[in-house]
C-alpha cells in the first residue's frame, strides 16, 4: 500500500461519503459496515437470508445469546434452558419482558413461533417438527418442548439463532404474508427499531423502553446503529481512515499500515490480527463434468498451495487451513478426529496432481497447455466470487495461476453479489469460493450439514448448503446420527465427525482453504473500549442474523470517546 493508493481511496470515498445526510448526531452513532450488500428492503423474520443485518438481534431478540469466545449459552429472553429427560427440554423466560408496543412477551409467543411453522410448511425451520412433538406452556413463563425424536445440534442452534416474534402481531396473517412480506418498520423486543433507510444505509435507533435496562440493568450507548452499505473494501478503507466507520467487518488490506498511521484497532496486536471465523473454500459443482470425478476433485485440491494466498493476499492476517477445515479454536476442536486427517487428508502436491490426471486419462493433446478430456474434447473452468470482493478476487488469480501448472484451464469470473448468490443457491457454477453456513457455530454438525446437505439434491434452490450437489446416500444417514447424539458424548461425536471427515476428505465435495478472518477493525474517535484479546468480552461480528453473538455486547460495553 502506497500514498497514491491511499489518495485514490480518498478521492473515492469522498464522492461516496456524499451520499450520507449526516442528520444525526455523530456522538450518538455508531457507523457499522461489512454486511450489507443490496439497499435495505426486508426486516422479515421468517426470511433471515433476505433480512436486513440487525432484524435479527436488534429488533428481534432470541432466547439465548451463544459466544463463541467461549462456547458457552448465555441467557437472553429466557432465564434458564434445560433437559429434564432425554426428550424433553424446558425454557423459563424471564419475567418482565415486553413488546416495543407494550404488549407482554409470554411463553404463548415462544409456542406461536414454533407452530407457526407446524402450520405453514414452507417457513425454513418448518423441519423442526418432523422431531418436535408438541410445546406446553403450563404458565406465562415456561415452555415445555417435547420431542418424540430429539436433534441435538439443531436444537442447540435454534436456542440462539431462531428470533422470536410476536403472537398478537403474526397470528392473522396468511402464510403468503409471512413469506414474502418485507414487514417495514418490525415491532419486535430489541433494543433497537428501525428507524429508517435508503439506498445505502439502514438506521436503527435505541427503543428508550427496552425491557432488558430494566431487567438487566443494560443499556446500549449508541443512540443509533448506522449500517452503511459498501460495495467496495477500498471505499471501507477510505472511510476508516476518515473517521465515517467505527466498527468494520471488511477484511482490509495494509492492517500493520492503518494501525501504525491511522490508530486503528484489531482483535490482536499482531499477525494474524483477526480471530478465526469461517471456512473459506471451494464448492464444485459435482453435477459438471469432469468435476463430477472426486479423483478430478482430488487433483484440483492438491494443484493449489495457500500460503501465497494467506502471506501476500491477507499479509499474514488469515491462518491456512488443515484438509478438514475445522476452526481453531472453536468448540468444534472438541470433537477432532486427528487419525482421520493424518490418513486421508490432502496436501498441496502438483506432482501427485499430475499423475492423477494422467491416471484419468485427461492430457494435453493439441499442446497448447492445457488438458483436453479423454475424447479430446476442451475443459474450461469458472472461478467465481462477487465482483469488489477484492481479496477473493485476488485469491482466485492465484488459484487460477495454479491450476495452469498441472494443466487445468480455468479463468476467473466475477459477477455482482445478487447473481453470485444466485448462482450458488441454484447450483449453477463451476467452482464457487464459498463460506456460507461455514461459520464458527456451537456444533460441527452445522460445518458438515453445510457441505453434505442432502436436501439440495431435490430443489431448485439451496439456501443450506452441498451448493455443488454432492450426492452420497451414507452422509444422509451419519448427520442424523451425529444430529442425534448429544454434544456431552465426546466419544460418540467424534467417530461420527470422523466418519464424515473421511467421507469429505475422499470425495472432496468442498476444498477448504483458509480460515476466514472475524475481520475487526475499530477507530477510537467516537466511541472506546473495543473488545479485543486484552478485553475479550465479546465476539466481534456484525453480520446478518449474527448480532446476538457479540456485536450487541460490544453495544453494552462501548464508552463515548473523551
Known amino acids: 500500500m502506497n500514498m497514491k493508493r491511499f489518495l485514490l481511496v480518498f478521492v473515492v470515498v469522498f464522492l461516496f461519503s456524499s451520499l450520507f445526510s449526516q442528520v444525526l448526531e455523530r456522538n450518538e452513532t455508531m457507523y457499522y459496515g461489512g454486511s450489507l450488500w443490496s439497499p435495505p428492503s426486508n426486516w422479515n423474520p421468517f426470511t433471515p437470508w433476505n433480512a436486513v443485518p440487525g432484524t435479527t438481534g436488534l429488533v428481534y431478540e432470541t432466547m439465548f445469546f451463544y459466544d463463541p469466545l467461549t462456547g458457552n449459552f448465555d441467557p437472553w429472553l429466557a432465564e434458564k434452558g434445560e433437559w429434564l429427560d432425554s426428550k424433553t427440554y424446558r425454557v423459563v423466560l424471564r419475567e418482565g419482558i415486553y413488546w416495543h408496543d407494550n404488549v407482554p412477551l409470554t411463553s404463548e409467543d415462544v409456542r406461536f413461533t414454533f407452530e407457526i411453522a407446524k402450520k405453514y410448511k414452507g417457513i425454513h425451520y418448518s423441519s423442526v417438527w418432523e422431531w418436535l412433538d408438541h410445546i406446553e406452556t403450563p404458565d406465562n413463563r415456561t415452555v415445555i418442548f417435547v420431542f418424540k425424536d430429539p436433534r441435538y445440534h439443531e436444537w442447540n442452534e435454534l436456542l440462539y439463532t431462531l428470533p422470536i416474534v410476536p403472537k398478537h402481531i403474526w397470528e392473522e396473517k396468511d402464510e403468503t404474508t409471512i413469506l414474502q412480506s418485507s414487514n417495514e418498520y418490525p415491532l419486535g423486543s430489541g433494543p433497537y427499531v428501525a428507524h429508517s433507510w435508503d439506498q445505502n444505509k439502514m438506521i436503527f435507533e435505541r427503543f428508550e423502553n ?13 443512540k443509533y446503529v448506522v449500517i452503511v452499505r459498501v460495495l467496495s473494501n477500498n471505499v471501507a478503507l477510505g472511510m476508516l481512515m476518515k473517521g465515517e466507520l467505527d466498527f468494520s467487518n471488511f477484511m482490509l488490506p495494509g492492517v500493520p499500515i492503518l494501525k501504525k498511521v491511522y490508530n486503528l484497532n484489531t482483535w490482536y496486536d499482531e499477525p494474524p490480527y483477526h480471530l478465526s471465523s469461517t471456512v473459506v473454500g471451494l464448492f464444485l459443482n459435482a453435477r459438471k463434468y469432469p468435476l463430477s470425478l472426486p479423483e478430478f476433485r482430488r487433483a484440483i485440491a492438491m494443484s493449489i498451495n495457500a500460503d501465497p494466498i494467506v502471506q501476500r493476499v491477507y499479509e499474514g492476517a488469515v491462518l491456512k487451513a488443515d484438509p478438514l477445515g475445522f476452526l481453531p479454536n472453536s468448540v468444534w476442536m472438541k470433537y477432532y478426529p486427528k487419525e482421520v486427517v493424518e490418513k486421508h487428508g490432502f496436501k498441496y502436491d502438483p506432482e501427485e496432481a499430475k499423475s492423477i490426471l494422467d491416471k484419468l486419462g485427461f492430457r494435453d493433446v493439441n499442446g497448447d497447455g492445457f488438458r483436453e478430456t479423454p475424447d479430446g474434447k476442451p475443459i474450461k473452468l469458472t472461478i467465481e466470487c462477487p465482483y469488489g470482493w477484492t481479496d477473493w478476487m485476488q485469491a482466485i488469480q492465484v488459484i487460477v495461476d495454479q491450476l495452469k501448472v498441472v494443466g487445468i484451464n480455468a479463468e476467473p469470473y466475477f459477477p455482482d453479489s445478487s447473481k453470485y448468490y444466485e448462482n450458488m443457491y441454484k447450483g449453477e457454477f463451476d467452482i464457487e469460493m464459498n463460506a456460507n453456513g461455514t461459520g464458527i457455530s456451537s456444533t460441527p454438525w452445522t460445518y458438515f450439514n453445510t457441505i453434505f446437505y442432502p436436501d439440495a439434491l431435490e430443489s431448485e434452490f439451496s439456501y443450506t448448503g452441498n451448493y455443488g450437489r454432492y450426492q452420497n446416500p451414507e452422509v444422509e444417514s451419519l448427520l442424523e446420527e451425529l444430529n442425534r447424539t448429544p454434544l456431552d458424548n465426546v ?12 467421507i469429505l476428505l475422499k470425495d472432496l465435495p468442498f476444498i477448504p482453504l483458509w480460515y476466514g478472518a472475524m475481520a475487526f477493525i475499530t477507530q477510537d474517535n467516537v466511541w ?9 468480552y465479546a465476539w466481534p461480528c456484525g453480520w446478518a442474523n449474527w448480532w446476538q453473538t457479540g456485536a450487541l455486547k460490544i453495544l453494552f460495553n462501548l464508552k463515548p470517546a473523551k
Request: with cysteine.
Open 491 to 502: 466419544e460418540k461425536v467424534t467417530e461420527l465427525c470422523g466418519k464424515l471427515g473421511e
Open 210 to 222: 427496552w425491557w432488558g435496562t430494566k431487567v438487566m440493568g443494560v443499556k446500549p450507548a449508541p
Open 528 to 536: 472506546t473500549n473495543w473488545p479485543n484479546e486484552h478485553n475479550p
